[in-house]
């Protein structure tokens, strides 16, 4: 059993920034990864950014050079810094925890990048 404390979602005007956080707590040692999805009204959802263990990144094409994902290991926490943000970046993000054979999911937060 996985549990979340999510952060840091909200309304912002295009070209904001803002810090999402998520703290997976429980039985999550063998967790291979963590990141965030999300999830546009009407769209599939699409994985916007991983870390795993080894400290290895991965990004969707349309947040490179804008979103980084960071960690800090000693608070169990993973942060996605998102600047330079769009209309299209508006969605809920999910905060995924991977495990060999499944995926934890938290409850997501709302991103509104609107004027």
């Known amino acids: 059993q996985v549990q979340f404390v999510e952060s840091g979602g909200g309304l912002v005007q295009p070209g904001g920034s803002l810090r999402l956080s998520c703290a997976p707590s429980?039985?999550?040692?063998?967790?291979?990864?963590m990141g965030w999805y999300r999830q546009a009204p009407g769209k599939q959802r699409e994985l916007v950014a991983s870390v795993t263990s080894g400290g290895s990144t991965d990004y969707a094409d349309s947040v490179k050079g804008r979103f980084t994902i960071f960690r800090d290991s000693a608070k169990n926490t993973v942060y996605l810094q998102m600047n330079s943000l769009k209309p299209e970046d508006t969605a809920v993000y999910y905060c995924f925890v991977r495990f060999p054979m499944r995926d934890s999911w938290g409850q997501g937060t709302q991103v509104t990048v609107s004027s």
């Open positions: 429980g039985s999550i040692f063998t967790r291979t990864a």
